[in-house]
């Protein structure tokens, strides 16, 4: 039995899709900043064993960006990093949506 190798699971970076440099772009620094607010928050915890309202500032900050984070990906994968004219109709609309709450995340938190 042969495997089915048409359907890639996973896109490659070309000139023609940059999707997948977007998201590894966007996913290490979502990393970058978990990792520097956990070291800072623990620091402090480890220094002072309190939590001001800085901290929780941070912590809603990272929330949003991990939820912008989310949304790049998707928009990714609905054709992000693509010309507009290699995409379907199905892609265009699923971008316009995902780009529609992104726009909304950076406006409102």
Known sequence: MALDTSAQRHTVNSPDNHGPLINI??????????????????????VQHKVDWDDGAIAAALIAAVAQTIAISSAASNGLGK???????????????????????????
């Not at 772009?25 to 480890?46: D, E, P, Q, Y």
């Not at 004219?85 to 529609?100: A, E, P, R």
């Open 25 to 46: 772009i966007a996913w290490l620094a979502i990393v970058i900043s978990v990792l520097a607010v956990l070291a800072r928050m623990g620091t402090k915890w480890f």
């Open 83 to 109: 010309h507009v004219q290699d995409l379907n109709v199905s892609q265009i609309d699923g971008f316009q949506k995902v780009q529609t709450s992104s726009c909304l995340l950076n406006r409102y938190l």
